[in-house]
């Protein structure tokens, strides 16, 4: 669980909005009925219920993948998970280059590092390094990068929900997507990385393969990046790297693997052996006594002439 998360938390606010040490958090923390459900689909509920109620404030989720979920007015606004790249990791490593990414990316483990980041991209953002317009591109594709990861991982661990009133994000969508809109495009993330678990998972090690002499490929520069990372890596270490998605870095890796230029880093687990076939009990000799006696017919040595 990110130490973000605790941060966030341990802050507190008053009925005016203003923040008061050691003041009692307002939170909604729903557990019970949904416990049965899965961790998606309670945190889909969660926000069900807080858009209905129209609330301003920050979900926070708990657990494993844990982040968090800006609302406005009830309408998502922005949406962190601390297992994929932010919106302030695409906006980094495009602007600054791999080099001076690598030394931001080292400290982004840590609740410090990432706010640091965050602090490079507003700086960003306030000398116009950016477009306007590539900011949204990427806030969209990083929310739903997020949210995938949140309410999609088949094996998520989901500890708590805690909303907490009135806190804003850094960085806000111009047109804020409803909850269900935002678990529907979730679901479609979803179900694309499931149709290519076969050849590349997030978290399963990949490396280059071996090209046959003379062999040409034309390659996206997502896919360059890819080939010639560092390897092994794994889609998630390679989103990191590069300042993509998780979901977009392992779609491309699964093409790369069908058209042979990566491969598990890894052979995969040999098939379990066949079951043994039973083995049919001796056939009993028959008894010399009730068994039938053939005819007897003689041999031509046997047969004489009568005179």
Known sequence: MSRRFWRAGARTRTPDGETAAGSTPWWTDRQGPD?????????????????????TGALHVAGTPGGLVHL??????????????????????????PQRWAAILAGMGTSQGRDAAVTQALDLLARDRVRPVEVDLAHRRAVADAASALLTTPDGVLTRLRFLRDERPWLGLSSPPAGADLAAEARRLGVRLAAVADRARPDVPLARAALAPGARRRLSAVQWDLVTAPDPATPRDLAWRTGRGVVVTTLEAARLVDCGLLRPATPPDPPPPDPPQPVPPPAEAPDPVTAPQAPHRPTTAQVSRVP
């Open 72 to 97: 406005a007015g009830g309408r998502v606004v922005h949406v962190e998970c601390w297992t994929v790249p932010g919106v302030e990791a695409v906006l980094l490593r495009r602007a600054l280059g």
């Open 35 to 55: 416990d049965d459900a899965t961790p998606g689909a309670r945190v889909v509920t969660e926000l069900l219920a807080l858009e209905a109620a129209g609330r």
